[in-house]
């Protein structure tokens, strides 16, 4: 089970730091999704920590990470940009997926309730 938290509201050029809580040793990675758009990948992380992978559009501006004695992974957000307003979800697999699937939705077995990111002035 995944619970995400950490959304809000906040100006460009702000900062937010998201949450998810997931039990057992999982492959997560956070996705989102805008208005009318199909959801995309943001950024995932392995159990070990020894595979990281960001998508391009966030690269150098977000940084996901893993407190394994609190299960949960964290993307710290920073330099927000209005295009990086959408509904933010956490989602695990209990292995590492092929290279070629981390970035793809259907690869994901668990899912947690999505998070409000607004950046907007």
């Known amino acids: 089970q995944l619970q995400a938290s950490g959304g809000g509201m906040v100006q460009p050029g702000g900062s937010l730091r998201l949450s998810c809580t997931a039990s057992?040793?999982?492959?997560t990675s956070w996705f989102r999704q805008a208005p009318g758009k199909e959801r995309e990948f943001v950024a995932s992380i392995s159990w070990s920590n020894n595979y990281i992978y960001y998508a391009d559009s966030v690269k150098g501006r977000f940084t996901i990470s893993r407190d394994s004695a609190k299960n949960t992974v964290y993307l710290q957000m920073n330099s927000l940009e209005p295009e990086d307003t959408a509904v933010y979800f956490c989602a695990a697999r209990s292995s590492r997926p092929i290279t070629s699937a981390t970035r793809d939705p259907s690869s994901y077995y668990y899912w947690g309730q999505g998070t409000q990111v607004t950046v907007s002035s």
């Open positions: 057992g040793r999982t492959f």
